[in-house]
Nanobody, 118 residues
C-alpha cells in the first residue's frame, strides 16, 4: 500500500486546515486508517484513527477540535483540524492497517508539514 498525504501549510492560531491521504496499491486490503504527528525533538504520536466500520478515536489533546473521516470509494482519509494551536505544529503522517498487517504504524505516507503561527 502506498500513501500520499497533502494539505499541510502555514496557518494562524485559531485557524483550520484539512489534511488528505490517498491510498493506492493493495487498497482492498485496507482496514483501519489513522493520522500521526511528530514535532521536532518529540516522538511520533497518534492523533486519530478511524476503523473500517467507521468508529473513531482521538488523542485527548485534539478531541473536540479535530475530525477524522474516510471516503471508502476513494480510499482516502481526511483530518479536519479546527482551532489550531501552536502546539499542533508538526509533520503529520497517515497510516493504514491491512488484512495482512493488521496494525497501524507499518505503512506510512511521506508526511505533510503543519505550521501554526501564534
Amino acid at each position: 500500500v502506498q500513501l500520499q498525504a497533502s494539505g499541510g501549510g502555514l496557518v494562524q492560531a485559531g485557524g483550520s486546515l484539512r489534511l488528505s491521504c490517498a491510498a493506492s496499491g493493495s487498497i482492498f486490503t485496507i482496514r483501519d486508517m489513522g493520522w500521526y504527528r511528530q514535532a521536532p525533538g518529540k516522538q511520533r504520536e497518534l492523533v486519530a484513527t478511524v476503523t473500517r466500520g467507521g468508529a473513531t478515536n482521538y488523542a485527548d489533546s485534539v478531541k473536540g477540535r479535530f475530525t477524522i473521516s474516510r471516503d471508502y470509494a476513494k480510499y482516502t482519509v481526511y483530518l479536519q483540524m479546527n482551532s489550531l494551536k501552536p502546539e499542533d505544529a508538526a509533520v503529520y503522517y497517515c497510516s493504514v492497517s491491512t488484512s495482512l498487517v493488521p496494525t497501524l504504524g507499518n505503512y506510512w505516507g511521506q508526511g505533510t508539514l503543519v505550521t501554526v503561527s501564534s
